[in-house]
């Protein structure tokens, strides 16, 4: 063999050994041990598949662990907003605050110990686990936080519904004072009387709604999913009778107001 051709064999061997070393490290290694007669390309294709399969395997568990970290910081940023919208109803009984409190807190200690978890996992399948738990154990977004929802929306409209009720009743007493006058407020009494049938349908639903929602626990969800279902329309129906009263109730107070000023034109003058 001449020298030239040593030298071009050379030559072809040390440029493949700086395009694998650049292109793939364990490449490199295999060329130096191996035979100058191997052939580099069958070389790098027998040698590079190991570790190829390791990175992408790497790389893959490594997107599972952000996909999932994304998905636990979400659902404990939205944890921990619930605390004020528990303390801040006015109709939920202490014992039912400190329930739900603790369901909440319960959950983020939970989630945060499956975050631990995740972030140590050292395989996709347990990774893969460790997500699908977020779901399957935690129920955030399908049971807990539209629950605590449900309760606060029940409890607002118990509050709007009481303060119609105090109306109606202002507008009772309105009603028998003009009646005793000798005026004729027949029809007036019975528009009351669509008012506070509307206001005690509301108080019924939204009352009943929430006693019974603040009752349901996560296993209730697991053995029905549907456990919630129809909640939000009861109290949909309900925002309807209190809408529905409180536009009663302004065209009620208009025509005692007409009484009064029918009163004042037709009283003789001294």
């Given amino acids: 063999m001449t020298k030239r051709t040593i030298t071009s064999k050379l030559s072809a061997l040390g440029a493949a050994f700086l395009i694998s070393l650049i292109?793939?490290?364990?490449?490199?290694?295999a060329l130096v041990t191996s035979n100058t007669s191997t052939n580099v390309t069958n070389t790098t294709t027998t040698t590079t598949t190991p570790t190829t399969q390791n990175n992408s395997q790497a790389t893959r568990l490594n997107n599972i662990i952000l996909r999932g970290n994304m998905e636990l910081t979400r659902r404990l940023n939205n944890l921990s907003s619930l605390d004020s919208l528990i303390n801040s109803s006015l109709k939920l009984t202490s014992s039912d605050k400190t329930t739900l409190n603790d369901q909440v807190s319960s959950t983020i200690a939970g989630l945060n110990t499956l975050k631990g978890q995740l972030d140590s996992a050292t395989t996709v399948t347990a990774a893969i686990n460790d997500v699908?738990?977020?779901?399957s154990e935690y129920r955030v977004y399908v049971f807990i936080y539209p629950k605590i929802h449900i309760l606060k929306v029940a409890d607002?409209?118990?509050?709007?519904?009481a303060k119609l009720s105090a109306l109606a009743s202002?507008?009772?007493t309105r009603l028998t004072q003009a009646?005793?006058?000798g005026q004729n407020v027949s029809s007036l009494i019975?528009?009351?009387a669509t008012i506070n049938s509307l206001i005690s349908s509301a108080q019924t639903i939204s009352s009943q709604v929430e006693t019974t929602v603040?009752?349901?626990?996560?296993?209730?969800?697991?053995?029905?999913?549907s456990v919630l279902s129809g909640y939000n329309a009861q109290l949909q129906s309900a925002r309807q009778s209190i809408m529905t009263a409180f536009s009663d109730a302004k065209t009620l107070v208009q025509g005692i107001e007409s009484l009064t000023t029918s009163t004042t034109a037709t009283k003789p003058a001294n």
């Fill in 190 to 192: 019975s528009q009351l």
């Fill in 23 to 29: 292109w793939a490290p364990a490449v490199a290694s």
């Fill in 214 to 225: 603040v009752n349901l626990q996560t296993s209730t969800y697991n053995s029905n999913n």
């Fill in 179 to 181: 009646s005793k006058t």
């Fill in 170 to 172: 202002l507008l009772q």
């Fill in 156 to 161: 607002d409209q118990q509050i709007i519904e």
């Fill in 132 to 135: 699908q738990s977020i779901v």
